[in-house]
């Protein structure tokens, strides 16, 4: 491990949480250096409770339904209104019969998780922390556009990837999140909208590593895009991923038409290993083989996440590297000035370097477009919100993640 890697971990870790003594330090760093596990821990199932209501299947609703003496009309009706009405409420759904919304509300929960903490910038982000049924922490956030409204989703309780500049992946990765505690997500985003708001796109690149969590995630993302729940266009789906080559080659097959994000951050191996510890078991060639493969399958070009943080990835031989790498490709480059975050050394370049990183890339012809973070206002109030959480409660620091959120508009672009 680098010098800069341990300065960049050691400071996090020391700033999350001072209370940590050294011989935990030791631990942790040994959890989320080079041997890093991209398999969670088995999910060991919610604590006893009532089931959140969207948990069940269609058939296990209407087998549910029939053994009350309910016919099978009322899943149908009872799903639209948890999928697409605005609702909190069973009482809400105002076309059932009131002893069917009593049965309900004493069976089920209504919802995957409660809103722990609710967040809105000064450019309309709002950010939730969720608290699952378990306990543990996930965020979701919407972010409004002319024309648009993205929401991003988590996928993992933590990150088992350990990426340097995201307090996500700090502690490694708790659980996988189940399919309906994924949607839930989008759900809870839309009841939150003006009724003249609707949202147009989904980005899967909250807390977690998307592709670990696979089966879990194309079983939400089914619900999203079925015409009979959300009803959102395959095509407003993007998923990202550090790069897990087989599960890239098996997204493709899957025959669904979402997008593909990959989180590059670096040129060369040697320098990514020390951004993204993952790749030393994978490795660049391999990802962009793969994501080669993508695009022959399905015809949909990769975005290349990269984001530029001073004095480590932003000099004009990575750029030269980068282009190297991705022209010729059916490449789009989007680069990310690391914002400032109080828990992180690394900031951002100035200006001239990402605008001269930018021109290296549009001179060998790669497309390449320059994103500025949204929220930047509420992701510092939710760094102090889990800084005040942690020094309340140390024992449960584990459950606050920290995301970088890389959420972001375009500011220029040049598609040469
Ligand atoms: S940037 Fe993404 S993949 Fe990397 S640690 Fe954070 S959540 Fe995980």
């Given amino acids: 491990m680098s010098v800069i890697s341990q300065l960049c971990r050691l400071v996090l870790i020391l700033h999350v949480n001072p209370a940590i003594p050294p011989s935990e330090l030791v631990s942790i760093t040994t959890h989320i250096s080079p041997a890093v596990d991209v398999s969670p821990p088995a999910f060991s199932g919610h604590v006893p409770d009532r089931r959140a209501i969207l948990e069940l299947t269609p058939q296990e609703l209407t087998d549910w339904l029939a053994s009350i003496g309910q016919p099978r009309f009322r899943a149908k009706q009872i799903r639209k209104w948890l999928i697409k009405g605005r609702i909190s409420h069973f009482d809400q759904m105002t076309n059932l019969p009131v002893e069917l919304r009593r049965q309900l509300s004493e069976e089920f929960r209504f919802s995957s998780f409660e809103c722990s903490d609710h967040l809105t910038g000064s450019d309309q982000t709002e950010k939730l922390l969720l608290k699952l049924q378990d306990g543990e922490l996930v965020e979701c956030v919407l972010m409004r556009d002319p024309g648009r409204r993205t929401v991003c989703i988590s996928t993992q309780v933590g990150c088992a990837m350990g990426c340097i500049f995201c307090a996500s992946g700090l502690l490694g990765v708790k659980r996988n999140l189940t399919p309906a505690e994924i949607f839930e997500q989008v759900l809870v985003l839309h009841r939150l909208m003006r009724a003249d708001e609707q949202i147009t796109n989904v980005v899967v690149m909250g807390i977690g590593e998307p592709l670990a969590n696979y089966r879990a995630l194309m079983e939400a993302l089914d619900v999203l895009t079925s015409e009979e729940d959300f009803g959102l266009g395959a095509r407003r789906i993007t998923v990202s991923t ?175």
């Fill in 242 to 416: 550090v790069g897990l080559p087989e599960k890239i080659r098996e997204f493709a097959r899957s025959g669904r038409q979402f997008n593909l994000a990959v989180s590059l951050h670096a040129p060369n191996d040697e320098l990514r290993t020390e951004i993204v510890p993952v790749n030393r078991s994978i490795g660049i060639q391999d990802i962009l083989a793969a994501a080669d493969d993508f695009f022959d399958a399905t015809g949909r070009r990769i975005s290349y996440e990269y984001v530029l943080m001073s004095g480590i990835n932003d000099q004009p031989e990575h750029a030269e590297q980068l282009a190297a790498l991705l022209r010729g490709r059916n490449a789009h480059v989007n680069l990310i000035p690391m914002n400032g975050v109080s828990e992180l050394v690394m900031t951002a370049p100035g200006e001239p370097a990402t605008q001269q990183f930018c021109q290296i890339l549009e001179q060998w012809g790669v497309p390449v477009t320059v994103r500025k973070r949204k929220g930047a206002d509420i992701d510092a109030a939710c760094g102090q919100l889990r800084l005040n959480r942690q020094t309340a409660s140390p024992v449960h620091t584990e459950n606050l993640p920290q995301q970088v959120a890389l959420l972001a508009v375009p500011v220029k672009e040049s598609d040469t």
